[in-house]
């Protein structure tokens, strides 16, 4: 028959204190920080998914917001271009006092050009 030691009982004997000091004063806290830092983990995870909803929200709005301008901008552009074209015709049209200016100002020119040629020796 095989009779347990004195030094195999002691040995168990330490080996279950150092068991519950480490569990006690090493695992437990390291567990603890552990959650911790998983929790805070998960908390920064459904922050980042709230703030990607956000950015969707915030993108649909943006495109609708978008698309109703182009759809507003498709409606106006006909009319917008019907009326530059008539401010157009208006504005190429002379006026009666810019007609006077001009052959005023032709009437000197022709002026001025038969002097400078009459000065020139023939």
């Given at each position: ?19 519950v ?37 915030t ?28 401010r ?33 020796p023939?």
């Amino acid at each position: 028959m095989i009779v347990p030691d004195l030094t195999l009982v002691l040995q168990i004997i330490h080996f279950g204190i150092a068991y519950v000091i480490m569990q006690k004063f090493i695992f437990a806290p390291a567990l603890k920080i552990i959650q911790a830092q998983d929790h805070y983990q998960k908390s920064l995870e459904q922050q980042i998914d709230q703030a990607r909803a956000l950015q969707m929200h915030t993108q649909e709005e943006q495109q609708s917001r978008w698309q109703k301008m182009k759809n507003a901008l498709r409606a106006t552009t006909p009319k917008i271009s019907k009326i530059c074209l008539i401010r157009k015709k208006e504005l190429e049209q002379p006026l009666p006092d810019q007609q006077e200016l001009v052959s005023a100002e032709k009437q000197s020119f022709i002026k001025i050009l038969c002097d400078q040629l009459s000065d020139i020796p023939s």
